[in-house]
């Protein structure tokens, strides 16, 4: 079981600067490197493995440098998001590769354990164009781990997958990790997967960390804006902007919740009920694949509720009573880093 330790390290692609970075993956934990599209997320697995230049810093694997091997001495097990298959071989003979490659007494055998750990053995004479994407992933993880890395590196394994096969390939990526006790470093911008899978976090954003820790703080701690963004929340304000509320009650819980950024308000949080004599008033009602979101105005704020199943039942100006649970509510602040070396 190795430790994987990121020591301020940067790289260059072109325009994109990455970094610095600092982080720990402990033996036995899965790292997801979250973000959305050009963050770094594929630019940094590339600088472990050893595909890019470090700018600057070190990568370090049970306390001793690798930054400075080729990528085929650095013991790490790679899978890009292509996943790098050979088409002319059979799934046997794509899984086997890294043990004919090293000689291994016991090729075909410990290839038959992968292939059977993998449900890949009634595949096990298939060309990779004749498998769907979730058994070629499969295909893939197997041929990584056959090599005996000591940290696994995998970028976007979920983008193209059914959500069967998402399903089967998360829950043995969790028995990976697990079983096996091997670090994983997995490359998403799928904010669902990386609860389902995560014991530690790292958000990017332009090449640089704007949250570092543990998934249950992604869900419940402070949050920096473009995280909460990216997560998904719509309802954020600004500390400034908490005064809007007219609602004197309401702005005081609202600012009573608040961090030095402002504030989160989850979908969750918010209440209303249709009363013609309460001063709130509905901004709009529209549809969406979750169900009806109404949103509710009160003063300057505009809060969007939960997604209900049912028409709503009201338009566009009429009058709500409206309610926001500050206990449910998450403060922002600046980015939140951490758990580096």
Known sequence: MSRLELVDLGADVGGFRLGPIR???APGEATVLLGPSGA??????????????LRQGSVLLDGARIDRLPPHRRGLGFVP???????????????????????????????????????????AERYPAELSSGER?????????AAGPRLLLWDEPFSALDVE???????????????????LLLVTHDPTVTFAVASHVV????????????????????????????LGYENLFAASELDGAADPVLAQGLRGAAGAEGLVVPAEAVRWSADPGRTA???????????????????????????????????????????????????????TTGGGP
């Open 137 to 145: 992933q499969r295909v893939a993880m197997a041929r990584a781990l």
């Open 165 to 183: 096969s998402r399903d089967v390939l998360l829950r043995l990526v969790r028995e990976l990790v697990e079983a096996e006790g091997l670090p």
């Open 203 to 230: 958000v990017l954003e332009a090449g640089r960390v704007r949250f570092d820790g543990p998934p249950d703080r992604l869900a419940t701690g402070p949050l920096d804006r473009f995280t909460a963004r990216f």
């Open 281 to 335: 008033s509905v901004a709009s009602v529209r549809w969406t694949a979750a169900g009806w979101v109404v949103a509710v105005r009160d003063g300057r704020l505009v809060f969007r509720a939960r997604a209900v199943a049912e028409p709503p039942g009201v338009r566009v100006g009429d009058r709500v009573a409206l309610a926001v649970d500050p206990a449910a509510c998450r403060p922002l602040g600046s980015a």
């Open 23 to 25: 982080l720990a993956a």
């Open 40 to 53: 770094g997320k594929t630019t940094l697995l590339r600088a472990v493995a050893g595909f890019l230049p």
């Open 81 to 123: 998001p292509d996943l790098g298959l050979f088409g002319h071989r059979r799934v046997r003979r794509n899984v086997g590769y890294p043990l004919e490659l090293a000689g291994a007494p016991e090729a075909a055998a410990e290839t038959d354990r992968w292939l059977a750990r993998f449900g890949l053995s009634h595949l």
